[in-house]
């Protein structure tokens, strides 16, 4: 069975910071082959991306409203991927996603159950 679980969520002051984990297991494939991303979810809106990793070294790219304050990375040695966020703003408040997707066949994606993080004073 495959699972990837996000992990890091919580409770954040503004202008905090924090780092989530998603850690897959029971892949068909190996982990280095699949495209990941984190998807978040605010309250009230669409679930949107908002950054992601390809298989290839520096392929790393975000939704504009978070350049410079977030890093993604991914270790296929661990079969965990990361998001860091730094400098959070309480519109950064919302449900995050990992989600992977097979390089080669699209049909072959995966989504984790999902880590709040909330951004308040």
């Known amino acids: 069975q495959v ?5 890091g ?24 082959s699949y495209v990941l991303s984190w998807f978040r979810q605010a309250p009230g809106k669409e679930r949107e991306l908002f950054a992601h990793i390809g298989t290839a070294p520096d392929t790393a790219d975000y939704v504009d409203s978070v350049k410079g304050r977030a890093t ?13 966020v730094n400098n959070l703003k309480p519109e950064d408040t919302a449900l995050y996603y990992c989600h992977a997707v097979h390089l080669l066949n699209s049909r072959i994606s995966y989504w984790g159950q999902g880590t709040q993080v909330t951004v308040s004073s």
């Open 3 to 7: 699972q990837l679980v996000e992990s």
């Open 9 to 32: 969520g919580g409770l954040v002051q503004p202008g905090g910071s924090l780092r989530l984990s998603c850690a897959a297991s029971g892949l068909r494939f190996s982990f280095s």
């Open 72 to 84: 993604i990375s991914r270790d296929n040695t661990r079969n965990t991927m990361y998001l860091q």
